[in-house]
């Protein structure tokens, strides 16, 4: 089974910005749809963007405007470009494949936005 990879979580002040990098162990991509979620501290993880294999995307709309999926399938690379960071957007950002009954995980990395 494939494996997933993240990074480039940090601290950023409001308003800056980071992208995050997810890392296929395997050539994933064109079989599986590429997520990222977020779950912040006492809430429910939220799925907050989708790629296809196609390169249709989809956000949810409290990052719509502000970050940008895309996938890079020579590196089996997905990333998050995050811009306009608030303080609400402090969470653990993880990296999912999904394809029928099956998911794929990493292990998450921590954005922490300061006001």
């Known amino acids: 089974q494939a494996q997933l990879v993240e990074s480039g979580g940090g601290l950023v002040q409001a308003g800056g910005s980071l992208r995050l990098s997810c890392a296929a162990s395997?050539?994933?991509?064109?079989?599986?749809?590429m997520g990222w979620y977020r779950q912040a501290p006492g809430k429910q993880r939220e799925l907050i963007a989708i790629i296809t294999s196609g390169g249709i995307t989809n956000y949810a709309d409290s990052v719509k405007g502000r970050f940008t999926i895309s996938g890079d399938n020579a590196k089996n690379t997905v990333y998050l470009e995050m811009n306009s960071l608030k303080p609400e957007d402090t969470a653990v950002y993880y990296c999912?494949?999904?394809?029928?009954?099956?998911?794929?995980w990493g292990q998450g990395t921590q954005v922490t936005v300061s006001s």
């Open positions: 395997g050539r994933i991509f064109s079989m599986y749809i």
């Open positions: 999912n494949a999904h394809r029928g009954s099956v998911n794929i």
